[in-house]
């Protein structure tokens, strides 16, 4: 297999507002940016139901490709400039790795749906298994255009994904605790959020990343770059992709289309003039060309159809997310607080149908952590280079990442409609509003 | 009429990446905010197709509409802290006119749909009037928040909008050569197509502002930045707003939904089993509800259903449109270049139906102009205070000004199918392409 | 004591690159600003030796003054806004404490002279003695401006800085474990080394920032905020104040003043001609007024004169102080290491004296403790505040901190001539070079 | 002569606030970096007393330096990979030009003394021949170090700072209109001063630089890019370089300097025990060595010493210069205006000499031209190039530089002491002072 590099004659650039540049130095890669299924990307948002908190956070998926793409053309520039296989021998970097590395990072998330992570789980559809069915299956753009770069090349590609890519350093770029994904997701989120605490230092972390025949490392020099790097990601855990209020609307949308699948299930006649490009799913039998046809704007305008069904919980959940009207959390310290069924219940007296009304919801994280295998925690752990070539796992050099890992970050909420804390001596369920108030102290649930 | 004005006990902030935090004060504008017509912004893009050329330029008319209302508030501060009518005089503030500013501020632009100004020309709404419709209309949920406000508040707020509004101070807040509305969108839109071409400096703006008797000036020291703002709105008008390749893409929206509106005029029976929300507007007959139901993910839903249809240009158009294949162009000097109607035939030869693959697009903007009664234009001019109180007109005092004033920038362009310009031997239209190609020179038509 | 408050008619401001403006808004600080004392902050530099180092931080102790009154003046704009007594009784801030606190921030560091740590080591001054001096003596144009506001009033403002001023919420704002000085400093080190660890999210920790009774405290949900502020502030020490090259500068320093110092014990008709401002402190006896005439640049005239003087080694550690000839270095595990005395040994057969080129220099630093009184360590301890008023030290509430929190972080290094490990077989101490590098390995003194 | 490229095993860096880093990747470029020479830059202010206005703008000729160095650089990477004569041909890039390119970048400023301009003028002093001698003579390291590269290649650096080399493209990256110089100057003293009016796109510029035949040029498609580089340049100058205060601050100087000169021409006695370092320039012959020795702290040291002597005008101009009490000014429409001799008149019947306490100062510049060789003006003009490679001047296709295009920028103003416009009715002098102040109005000096 003879790999067709077809570099462009001129680079193409795209205006970024986090890289400054996308940099385009080959036909292949123009090619998949222009094709229908990353093209796609555009129409579903990086980050969910998060910008109903954070407004900038707009931004798509298919930014986020193109930034996962540079970062990752970045370091295959420096790793070509100073640390080629002709350079430093078996430790160092086969340039002719680039194209295979490149796709990758472009097409990481091409399988990603309108709101990934809930969809997901009540349609039971999986984003990585789809990413491989797009690259792999013969009738998609990126399917021909990669295919013509070399045969088997699609396959080649899709295997850096499933990690089962030989050189691990092409896989560890792409994917590990700190790859090019990860890089791309905290910067930019951080940008279009408007916060700050993403923000570390892409240009030093580039200083002083290399290769080394297991896969990627880290010059000890720069272990405080990587020490950044990992609060960074701790914060935006924390104060972005946890934040209460995005949650409380990821929990109406669970219920939303979990509500709908239901209704489907007892009358298939429903939806009759509408929803089309849903049926497959709540049918539970679909193509790869029907989850093409998904994107958030498909969704949002079933949901908008869906105000005027008779149904009232699926109308009126509709309506909560289309509006932004989360649901209302405290946090609570165990799923087996004895209160819990208590709220639940109070909730139901209040009117309201527990199943679709309240959630029990955690979000945890581990900004770092070591390779545990008798935990059966396989993580690509993070190496720092010695001078003299010895490798060094982070927690062992960072007493501050000591700290973080292994440490799972987050919280359990307990979430429930917001009219049950407010006040209101004109309401009929005024006592069971008080008496669900009263077990709440300092945002929490009490013990 | 006594307004009620509602302050918040503790002020609540929304994360913003252009003004770091919007501060909100009131409850009114917590509750407007939180409105289901003001929600609705959030799924319109403030720049339309411009985000096919600027991928990061995904932010909507909600987090715009945030900003403006948020630099309102910044003016109404310095002004009431400053040039309080009580401290200046009758050329003073009156503190009383903040809470109809804000509101106008934030709902500016509530009445704008989805592509706004291509869906306009096709469809024949008027965004302004529709802003007014939803502020006054008894049905919308902005009315009746304004309406707790005060009797008739609604209709104070509409009237700002329209100029109609007694206190000029309070309408070129909102709307004159340089006021919040412009100085929001400049930033925002600069921040997410990560030019710099937009970068004003606001803060500077901000302490140079002031109240008179006629509306708002500038103290004349702040000069250089009132003209740093001018190159500024020009610079991202030629570059970002006029792109060519938006345009091209704005080009194939318009004569979609033109071949949508003309098919379903010859066939009332088309998209019997969707495109349902905008169907009243084919038909020409919609209502207020109709309207608020539209996004910019309801079209692209209706656009991916035209793909299926079986008219060739329709689909290939709505094809077109989603997978971002934008018609290509050429600057022209004049719209009776005779070349013009040469080319077009040169399409037609070459396959494509020119009323639907070809076009004229000019942009053209005045970045400043001053007050020119005989020419009926009517511009609110931008006006210096001198220590001494006397006004001057901005482009008598700056010669950069001077040279912008009353100019037209842009450009006319003619758009084609791409095809016509690739070389492709085996082609059977290659022939048409050569002879298309002929009258193309620097990417100017031939005169 | 009546204060008298002196409000500008109209606020002056002054550009800065980190806070925007400075906006000055009482006569008293703009006359402060303009007094001599604190115009010749303009001539000290913040960082000392770090900017042979980061050749940007050329930044002075007059900007970083600015920045601290700056700040100040924004969190007693937040408590008067939000916190007053009025407002919330007897855990809220007085306004009337503003101007003495404002005073204070403004000239909390104006007892600074030159290259103030080393300079304070060699000739035994003490900036904060000095601080109070500059303040209360009345020969002093700041002690003439703070008198005119009341008598009485320049002790109070010295009070603030000695800690001894009853208000323990003005005490805390200007010297605490997170206050408006360290605030400061790293921001603006960060920004004018070009380095991003220092970034913190100021406006945000201005959000969460309220008075209590007993000083200041943070609320609770903007824990992530201070935990941010306190890992900048742990990588601001690690990667630039204690970064070896600036440390090898200070040795040189300090050595070169000691030696002037010991010359002059010997001999006091030295430098006859020249080097006049630095001889009250060669002799041991300096009056207000002579510490006033030093400065960055006094201190760099003389040592350029210096380099004429005919002792070598004061000559020769001049040239290398002014040129920029760092000694080198490596991190030692423990003072006691056995082969110390051997490299010092070494140093001294290659030629040169090892009192006057080499060194030990630790530097620690610890990123945040709690209050510890059994070890004597009375840190002012970081306090979270509850939704109920109830208070939460930080490092109980974030793990994160807690891994920081009494951990010293820095190292301990041996300095020596750059001559030592430079390989040049043409030398003939080549044998002594080659023996000295046999000990160091991965940047380490061997064990 | 053979050029000895000296390529770095590994290159190293240095942080920079501007450029995130410096890359030297030669070891001459390190070499001359570290040389005495260069050093020395690092005690002189970039722009001298506009610092006493933009308290940020602390930063050193030694950064601006590597600035130039670096932008420089990076010029040449870029024509290397796009546009080397391999490539292209004979409009094309030699890239064995890089080495004298990036040496001329590096060094071109290495004349400058303290204040220069200001010292130039009483001294008759001439940086540009004191950057060639520095470069050309034997004593020197920087000349010692470029001699190692090959011999005549000192001469060889030296030229293209003459413009007398005879490679235009090497020369005009120096030196042109938007030259490596301008570019990093503008943007450093923006964000040092912390403005934004310096901020243009450097990335976008050098997307579409390129070389040609006749030197350097710009893609047509690049237009704005430049045009919003000669508005920043614009902006840069009438708002920071042409301060007025720092301008008050400079006719301080400049009085203040010539006063010893007259001072030591009378009294060759004068300054015995001090200001050695000066002494050859107020006796008008001094060495290249005497001038290495100058540096802002010298003079401000000197300056410091005068405050004691007993001229008074040498001791209150000395005082007034470091304790930053600059002349105030009006602006004037012509030196023949006939008020002008009244206020001076009126100045010197107040008590102040008006050959030291008034004079007129006029800043102007062009911030574009074209060449005009009929006027005598040979300045490089900025040329655009067309797709087919023609070229146009730059204000031929743009409408905004046309109307910048040979205009003078700037004002004239009349300086005088601050005492003469400030309120005092118990002073002797009151009814000169408001004599005085009737004859201006609108801070402009009345016709």
């Not at 969910?48 to 930014?63: I, L, V, W």
């Not at 792409?174 to 951080?190: F, K, N, V």
């Not at 979000?363 to 190496?383: A, N």
């Amino acid at each position: 297999m003879k790999i067709n590099n077809q570099a462009l004659p001129m680079e193409k650039v795209f205006r970024d507002p986090v890289h400054n540049y996308i940099h385009v130095q080959h036909q292949v890669i123009l090619d998949l940016i222009n094709s229908r299924e990353v093209q796609r990307l555009r129409r579903i948002k990086q980050l969910g139901t998060s910008s109903f908190t954070f407004h900038g956070a707009e931004h798509s998926r298919f930014a986020h490709s193109l930034g996962v793409y540079e970062i990752t053309r970045q370091i295959c520039d420096i790793f070509k400039r100073n640390y080629s296989i002709e350079k430093i021998g078996p430790d160092g970097w086969d340039d002719s790795q680039r194209l295979v590395t490149l796709c990758a990072a472009l097409l990481h998330d091409v399988g990603h749906g309108p709101y990934s992570h809930t969809f997901e789980h009540i349609f039971n559809t999986d984003h990585e298994a789809l990413t491989v069915a797009i690259i792999t299956s013969p009738e998609t753009e990126v399917f021909q255009i990669l295919n013509r770069v070399a045969e088997g090349f699609p396959e080649k590609v899709a295997s850096v994904i499933t990690k089962t890519y030989p050189n691990q350093q092409v896989v560890q770029m792409i994917s590990s605790q700190i790859d090019a994904d990860r890089m791309d997701y905290l910067l930019r989120d951080a940008y279009f959020t408007g916060t700050e605490y993403g923000t570390f230092d892409l240009t030093r972390i580039l200083r002083v990343i290399r290769p080394y025949r297991g896969g990627i490392a880290f010059s000890i020099n720069g272990m405080h770059a990587v020490e950044d790097y990992i609060v960074s990601r701790y914060q935006m855990y924390v104060q972005v992709y946890f934040h209460p209020v995005s949650r409380g609307m990821e929990v109406i949308l669970a219920h939303l289309l979990d509500r709908a699948h239901e209704l489907f299930h007892e009358d298939n006649q429903l939806f009759e003039y509408h929803s089309q490009f849903l049926k497959p799913f709540l049918k539970g039998k679909f193509t790869l060309e029907d989850y093409l046809r998904l994107d958030d704007g498909v969704l949002n305008t079933y949901f908008s159809q869906w105000i005027s069904e008779k149904d009232l919980i699926l109308s009126d959940l509709a309506r909560r997310f289309l509006d932004r009207k989360p649901l209302k959390s405290i946090t609570i310290d165990s799923v087996d607080n004895p209160n819990l069924p208590i709220m639940r219940d109070l909730v139901e007296k209040a009117g309201f149908n527990p199943n679709y009304y309240t959630a029990i919801n955690s979000s945890y994280d581990l900004p770092y952590d070591f390779y545990r295998p008798e935990q059966g925690r396989h993580r690509t752990q993070i190496e720092l280079m010695e001078k003299d070539g010895s490798l060094v796992e982070l927690s062992k050099a960072s007493q501050l990442v000591a700290a973080l890992a292994g440490q799972g970050q987050g919280d359990a909420r307990f979430y429930f409609p917001k009219e049950m804390i407010q006040k209101d001596p004109t309401n009929l369920f005024e006592d069971y509003y008080q008496a669900f108030s009263s077990h709440i102290h300092n945002g929490a649930l009490a013990k």
